[in-house]
């Protein structure tokens, strides 16, 4: 879709190939790098606190690191663990998914998104591992 028309009786929507369809309403549902690169022609023009949400989300890279355990040694009741404290550079596993609900396995997961995530995507798959359990072996000690 090309662009979005609106009044108050129908919107219509102008497919790639130049042709146009007419409905009641739409709903527009696409990727926000979509909309930031003004993709679609929308007539009227969005409102401007729309357009300014639009101009202020960002985009990135959202890395992940599973580990699988032998056992579960974290809160297996705890859904999320943050982990602000770890040592290493801002922003580095601070985040964790408790797994065992989810697959009825001893995983735990980490998230590393903005800049942390492209830092550990650089690393090696096992230092990335290593600062993981390095981060875990700080919060539950053996």
Do not use: H
Not at 94 to 103: A, R
């Amino acid at each position: 879709m090309t662009g979005v028309s609106t009044s108050d009786a129908s919107a219509s929507v102008t497919l790639e190939s130049g042709a146009q369809e007419t409905f009641d309403a739409v709903i527009v549902c696409v990727a926000l790098g979509v909309l930031k690169r003004g993709a679609i022609n929308f007539s009227p023009a969005l409102p401007d606190r729309k357009q300014r949400a639009i101009e202020d989300l960002g985009m990135g890279l959202l890395d992940n690191v599973s580990l699988r355990c032998d056992v579960v040694f974290w809160d297996a009741n705890s859904s999320c663990i943050i982990t602000p404290e770890t040592g290493l550079p801002p922003g580095q596993f601070n985040q964790w998914l408790n797994m065992v609900p989810i697959v009825g396995e001893p995983i735990i997961m980490a998230f590393n998104s903005a800049q942390p995530a492209p830092d550990l995507a650089a690393l090696s798959d096992d230092e990335a591992v290593s600062r993981a359990q390095q981060v875990m072996s700080m919060g539950y000690p053996t």
